[in-house]
């Protein structure tokens, strides 16, 4: 998989993609992750990429010119998937669209930035716009890093252990069900005995169980 994230401030993208899961990933080659700074695609020597808005009203808007540029830059190179546009009023983002993103074989992801982008944008270049939740952030290169952590993860090969994503949170609208490690025994506080039992079938049914009753108590809403 390869995912072009385009910004104007890239350097905000370094710590969440320099550690861990997806630095590894990327070290194993099983996914590229490239920047791409809107300032370079600038029509003008100040560099400049956002402008008033027209009309009036308080906060800049990015300008279509440079986002055109560089977004036709990378389609004339291979084909994408989806371009997508994280914005708060973009569809809520779910694991079930993770799933399918993750499958995906080339992503653009456009980071908003002040009081978001040109309409005009929107309307002709972007295919899919998320939102990681209802509240505003000063730009979208947080939630470009969420949203690829949530993709990542679910490429075979980058988990250790594949299974773990199968029974992560919102996989079936299920929470995921309490899980407990050493000691058994800590200050009185004990580990359900079931899981100490070496009992498999009864541990997933008990699993199943508390996943379920898990979900109905903080999320019914997922039940539905």
């Not at 002709?124 to 470009?144: C, P, Q, W």
């Not at 800590?186 to 580990?191: N, P, Q, T």
Request: charged letters at 25%; proline letters at 5%; hydrophobic letters at 40%.
């Amino acid at each position: 998989m390869r995912i072009d994230i385009i910004s104007v401030v890239p350097e905000l993208m370094e710590s969440p993609f320099g550690y861990s899961i997806i630095k590894r990933a990327i070290d194993k080659q099983l996914v590229e992750v490239h920047f791409h700074n809107l300032h370079d695609y600038a029509n003008n020597t100040y560099r400049q990429v956002d402008d008033y808005q027209f009309g009036g009203g308080a906060g800049m808007v990015l300008m279509i010119e440079p986002i055109d540029k560089c977004i036709s830059a990378l389609k004339a190179e291979r084909d994408y998937d989806e371009v997508i546009f994280l914005t708060p009023d973009g569809d809520t983002l779910q694991q079930k669209m993770v799933n399918q993103l993750s499958l995906a074989k080339n992503l653009i992801i456009l980071c908003g930035h002040f009081k978001g982008v040109d309409q005009r944008v929107r309307d002709h270049f972007i295919t899919k716009e998320i939102s990681i939740g209802d509240y505003v952030l000063s730009g979208g290169e947080l939630g470009a890093a969420v949203l690829c952590d949530a993709i990542i993860r679910l490429i075979p090969g980058v988990l250790s252990d594949e299974t773990s994503a199968l029974t992560d949170s919102f996989q079936d609208n299920l929470l995921a069900p309490p899980v407990y490690t050493r000691p058994a025994n800590y200050k009185g506080w004990e580990v359900p005995e079931i899981l100490t039992s070496g009992n498999t079938p009864k541990i997933e049914q008990w699993r199943e169980n508390m996943a379920y009753e898990h979900t109905k108590a903080k999320r019914p809403d997922l039940l539905k």
